[in-house]
Nanobody, 111 residues
Framework: VQLQASGGGLVPPGGSLKLSCVVS????????MAWYRQAPGKQRESVAS???????NYADSVKGRFTISRDNAKNTVYLQMNNLKPEDTAVYYC??????WGQGTQVTVSS
């Protein structure tokens, strides 16, 4: 199983980014997907998840600003991040089936 995340970058506070994670080697549509993040000196934390039926869950810190979605035809999960704050700065990771991890993509929110 391979997960390839992309879409990170440097944005000013209030800006937006959309992360993507393409999955191969597994039945994507049957599995839950999730995004995590890890800031310097902090533990990795769950940001958002989406199950095979499309049910979503979010960390309180990102509710109303982030949206997780999936495109089963493209084996891809997305994380739309709006109104970004400096505290959102972290390496973001995608995870499939609560087992497999992708490589991280850096998100930096700074003016």
């Amino acid at each position: 199983v391979q997960l390839q995340a992309s879409g990170g970058g440097l944005v000013p506070p209030g800006g937006s980014l959309k992360l993507s994670c393409v999955v191969s080697g597994m039945i994507f549509s049957a599995n839950a997907m999730a995004w995590y993040r890890q800031a310097p000196g902090k533990q990795r934390e769950s940001v958002a998840s989406i199950n095979s039926g499309g049910l979503t869950n979010y960390a309180d810190s990102v509710k109303g600003r982030f949206t997780i979605s999936r495109d089963n035809a493209k084996n891809t999960v997305y994380l739309q991040m709006n109104n970004l704050k400096p505290e959102d700065t972290a390496v973001y990771y995608c995870r499939s089936a609560y087992i497999y991890w992708g490589q991280g993509t850096q998100v930096t929110v700074s003016s």
